[in-house]
């Protein structure tokens, strides 16, 4: 599966999801995000906000991620869950000389935090979704 399509699949795509957690298994080449996504945009009162949803993506046959330094000027120092949004990782974000290495059909993907102004870069073999029984 890729991100496009779990993308696809949700009511509202990505849009406003939230990153609560991450693990990084480098012994099963996995990775796993805790994330918060956005099920339901509020219909009337405040009272009835945003209702969200805990889900996991699960990243299996990583073999690279790396995590850009946040911005000096970002919200990186407060404790919290980080916004994201996603693209297909771009040209010049890891040198030639480490791509070159990759198998050469990984999904790679760029999560940009829009709180640190920053992004977590991901190569893959396969990224799954799953909803959570934990509420936000």
């Keep these: ?3 496009e399509e779990i993308d696809n699949q949700l009511v509202n795509g990505f849009h ?3 990153i609560i957690e991450s693990r990084h298994s480098y012994e099963d080449a996995t990775m796993n995000l805790v994330v918060d996504i956005l099920i339901e945009l509020p219909k009337t009162a405040p ?3 945003n209702r969200y949803r805990r889900a996991e993506l699960l990243f299996a046959g990583v073999a690279l991620c790396t995590i850009d330094i946040p911005d000096p000027a970002s919200a990186f120092p407060h404790p919290g869950g980080i916004w994201f949004k996603f693209e297909r990782l771009g040209g010049g974000v890891w040198p030639s000389t480490v791509i070159d290495r990759l198998e050469p059909n990984l999904l790679m993907y760029s999560l940009f935090i829009l709180d640190w102004h920053s992004s977590i870069h991901i190569a893959a073999t396969d990224v799954q ?3 959570s029984g934990v509420s936000p």
């Design 16 to 18: 406003d999801a939230v």
């Design 1 to 3: 599966m890729t991100l």
């Design 47 to 49: 009272k009835d906000a």
């Design 129 to 131: 979704f799953r909803w």
